[in-house]
Every structure is written in C-alpha cells, then in structure tokens.
C-alpha cells in the first residue's frame, strides 16, 4: 500500500524567508509525486509534479519541489514566502504501475502561515 | 481549456434525507473521475472513482453510492444521510490515470 507522510500539521514562517513543507512517500516501485494547495472553502490546485527526470521540478508561483529517492523525499520549497501563500498543502503519490496505480493517495496536509 | 464544476455549491440536509451531488467536466473527452471528502478542512478520502461510463469502484464500504450515466457526469447519492456524512465533497478528473487531477470547487455539506 502506498503512504504520504506530510510530519508537521503547520508551518510558520516570516513573509521574504524561504519556505520548506516536507513530505516523505512509501509506494511499491517508482513514484508519480505532487503538491497541492488548498485555499479556505475551495478545491484543491495543482502547484507541481514529479514523473521522471530531473529531480528538481518547478511549479506555480514560484515554488518547487526536489524529488530525493533514497530518502524517500519530496519537500516543497520557495525562496521567498509571501503572505498570499498562507493556505493549506497537500502531498500525494501514485504508484506507476500496479495495484493503486489509478489512485492518488493525499498526506494529511500541512497548513503554512506566512507571518507579515 | 478544460473545467470542473459541482453543484451545488453548499447544502445542508436532515439525517435520513437522500442525497444527490453533480460533477460535470468540459473541455475533455473520456476522463477518469473521482469523488473525495474531506473532513474537518484536513486530510481528503478516496470515495469513488470510474474509468468510464457505468464504470464505478468504490473505495469505502458506506451509504453512499456513485454513478456516470454520461461521459463526462459524475453522481454522488445517499438513500439517507447521516450525521457522519457531513463534510467537503470534492469532485476531480484526470486524463488517463497516470498524470494529475484537476479540482472541482467543491460541495459542502452539513447534515442536521
């Protein structure tokens, strides 16, 4: 079965710092990796995804994320936080082949504060 | 370019009232669907997903049921709601099964 760990339920960091929202993954075999965002009360918006390649993939709004197979890793990054990235982010995997292949299984969600 | 839309956009219900949620998608033909909740604004549950028209895989045994009598229609019902039915119901679409899923607006319901 396929897992998402996302450890911390909030970050907190101050608007122009960098920002780093972790996420550790467990699937049978090679992974399909996103990040989401989620704003109060409305649906979820694809920011970016690992298929294959290079491991470091760019995204929406300036975020990016670094796919890191021996740590089992794919923390989502920006070099400066803004305000307006206050929301809520979602990590989630899928399997390439096999069982579960056809579904996305989401963390639990890290809520990011970006402190003016 | 493709959309997603559900309806409707809030609803609240008594226990033991029936249910039905609509998720439509534009701009796309023969995509795979998905219905999620949410519960208390966090993590998001697999319900249902389908492949194709009239083709339904259920993720959670519970009183709700899904349907797709139409390509790019996708139906969440309940018989009878309860209480624990209450959440953010959240309607998604892919091309194929191997790359992103694209968001809905969403539904939230509150069973009284």
């Known amino acids: 079965a396929q897992s998402v760990a996302q450890p911390e339920d909030q970050v907190n960091v101050a608007e122009g710092n960098p920002l780093t929202v972790k996420c550790t993954y467990s699937?049978?075999?090679?992974?399909?990796l996103f990040w989401y965002v989620q704003y109060p009360n409305r649906g979820l918006q694809f920011l970016l995804k690992y298929i294959t390649g290079d491991n470091l993939v760019k995204g929406s709004y300036g975020f990016e994320a670094e796919f890191n197979k021996s740590q089992t890793s794919f923390h989502l990054k920006k070099p400066s936080a803004l305000v307006s990235d206050s929301a809520l982010y979602f990590c989630?995997?899928?399997?390439?082949?096999?069982?579960?292949?056809?579904?996305?299984?989401f963390g639990k969600g890290t809520k990011l504060s970006v402190i003016p | 370019s493709q959309t997603i839309h559900q309806w409707p956009a809030t609803l609240v219900q008594p226990v033991g009232s029936p249910l039905s949620l609509e998720c439509t998608v534009e701009g796309t033909s023969n995509p795979n669907l998905y219905w999620y909740r949410q519960a208390a604004g966090r993590g998001l549950q697999l319900l249902f997903y389908s492949v194709g028209i009239g083709q339904i895989s259920s993720e959670v045994p519970q009183n709700l049921s899904a349907s797709r009598p139409q390509d790019r229609q996708f139906i969440l019902s309940s018989k009878k709601l309860l209480l624990s039915d209450s959440g953010f119901y959240l309607c998604a679409w892919s091309s194929g099964g191997r790359g992103e899923q694209f968001f809905g607006p969403g539904t939230r319901l509150t069973v009284l």
């Open positions: 989630a995997v899928r399997a390439v082949s096999g069982a579960g292949s056809y579904q996305l299984t």
């Open positions: 699937v049978s075999g090679n992974p399909y």
